[in-house]
Structure formats: C-alpha cells, structure tokens
C-alpha cells in the first residue's frame, strides 16, 4: 500500500485516501467488489485494482474460514 498513490477515484466518483479507501472497500459485499474491480479495469486504474483484489482475496479468504 505504500507504493500506491492516493487519492484513488473510486466507481462512485469518490476521491479517497489510504484509509478511507480501506474503510469503503471492507463495507463492500462481495458482489460490490467485483463491480469495483470491474470499474478499475475498464478506467485502467491499476491501483485501484490491486486495493480491490486485495480486499476481495482477504475477504474470499475469511468467507473460506467460516
């Protein structure tokens, strides 16, 4: 995360640092993500891809736990 340069521009036009960025994506259903994702390819924002992937494979990963 130190490496990507914030604010990221999200799908819904939002602006967002470092944290609020990790705060969004964790509110997000799985279904959300992969909409976000989805918005980072089309966009090429290829560090909004790697938060999204990130996010997605951490919450597949507890999903797989339970």
């Known amino acids: ?3 990507i340069n914030f604010p990221i521009k999200t799908s819904k036009k939002l602006l967002l640092d470092n944290n609020d960025m990790l ?3 964790s509110k997000l259903s799985m279904k959300e993500l992969i909409t976000e994702l989805d918005y980072s390819r089309a966009s090429k924002n290829y560090d909004l891809e790697i938060i999204v992937m990130n996010e997605y494979y951490r919450k597949q990963t507890i ?3 339970k």
Do not use: H, R, T
Request: proline content about 0%; overall charge neutral; hydrophobic content about 35%.
């Open 1 to 3: 995360m130190n490496q």
């Open 23 to 25: 705060n969004y994506l």
């Open 63 to 65: 999903k797989d736990l």
